[in-house]
């Protein structure tokens, strides 16, 4: 019954921008930090931005830091990547991950289905 739901993806143009949206369920969402991940062809899995689970605290990676930012709804157990000024090396498929470790460093993770992004002209 979990569910994650990736949605926004598509094609724009270099320097534009674009917000992926993923939608949560079957889960306790509030509870879990929410991670941004991204495949691009021929290349290995990168993490792009987490968010704990207040929101308070985000990071990100540097090849997308003060270009991407992460949000989260917990009334809506929603979280969301707002990607702006978009660049060619951007281009992957984007994929949302739900993050849980207690204290005892048991370790619970919870994968959507990936959305495209391709940024070209």
């Known amino acids: 019954q979990v569910q994650l739901v990736e949605s926004g993806g598509g094609l724009v143009q270099p320097g534009g921008s674009l917000r992926l949206s993923c939608a949560a369920s079957?889960?306790?969402?509030?509870?879990?930090?929410m991670r941004w991940f991204r495949q691009a062809p021929r290349k290995e899995r990168e993490l792009v931005a987490t968010?704990?689970?207040?929101?308070?605290?985000?990071t990100y990676a540097d090849s997308v830091k003060g270009r991407f930012t992460i949000s989260r709804d917990n009334a809506k157990s929603t979280v969301y990547l707002q990607m702006n000024s978009l660049k060619p090396e951007d281009t992957a498929v984007y994929y949302c991950?739900?993050?849980?470790?207690?204290?005892?460093?048991?370790?619970?993770?919870?994968w959507g289905q990936g959305t495209q992004v391709t940024v070209s002209s």
């Open positions: 079957g889960f306790a969402f509030s509870s879990y930090a």
């Open positions: 968010i704990i689970s207040t929101g308070v605290i985000t």
């Open positions: 991950n739900a993050h849980y470790k207690s204290y005892f460093g048991r370790a619970t993770d919870y």
